[in-house]
């Protein structure tokens, strides 16, 4: 096993127990308390796993912990542990067509609105004025469109719940709502297992360093993560 995971499961006090798998940004495993252990290069993503930590959310995998990976040598990375529930279940076919319908239905509406108020309220105000209260836009009309697919499926009002904290009490909205950002909890309810939000309301903390020492520098600074676990 390659020694980074190693040093993972002395950290975290347990044992790596099956390859998940990689994606563009990050690679998964399952663990033997049933959680997942994920790597991954999107600050984004930690950033608001770091803030959520040890929070339980409608909508949302816990997070136990995040760390951003360092050297005593070569000082941190911009990669990221995190430690976080398991969604045992992929969502099937019905379902993704659904988020994907209420996306591009919140997304119609929401630019839609933007072309309208670029034209009238928003004529004489500054071009981060604009952006913010665009995204404001964006984020209500997320909200509301998930509210309308959980009445074709409940399994989604989580979603929605998430997505009114995330906007009311941090004032950002998810941008990204591809199949793979969701699966299904142990409860049978739909959540979102890869976050990443451009902004939110809030001092943003690092997440504290994972000193570790290998010879995978090279490695971690390409962010080719697959790479990272090929012995």
Known sequence: MNRLLQAIE????????????????AAAFVTSKGTVVKISDDDQ???L??????????????????WRLASRQAGPFDIYLMHVEYAPEPIDSVLAALIDDIADLASRRASKENSRNLRTKWLTWSKEEKKRAA??????????AFKLGAREDRRLLPVAQFLTVL??????H??????GNFRIDKNGNVVIVDPSVPIFRGPIERP???VFENQLTSALNSYNLPRL???
């Open 229 to 231: 676990f090929i012995d």
């Open 135 to 144: 995204r404001d836009v964006a984020a209500r009309h997320y909200i509301e």
């Open 208 to 210: 504290p360093e994972f």
């Open 49 to 66: 796993w770091h803030k959520l930590r040890r929070q339980k959310l409608p909508g949302l995998i816990e997070a136990y912990g995040v």
């Open 45 to 47: 993503e930690a950033a």
């Open 167 to 172: 906007f009311e009490k941090y004032g950002t």
């Open 10 to 25: 002395q950290k975290l006090q347990l044992q790596i127990e099956d390859y998940v798998g990689a994606g563009d940004h």
């Open 174 to 179: 998810l941008p990204d709502f591809q199949e």
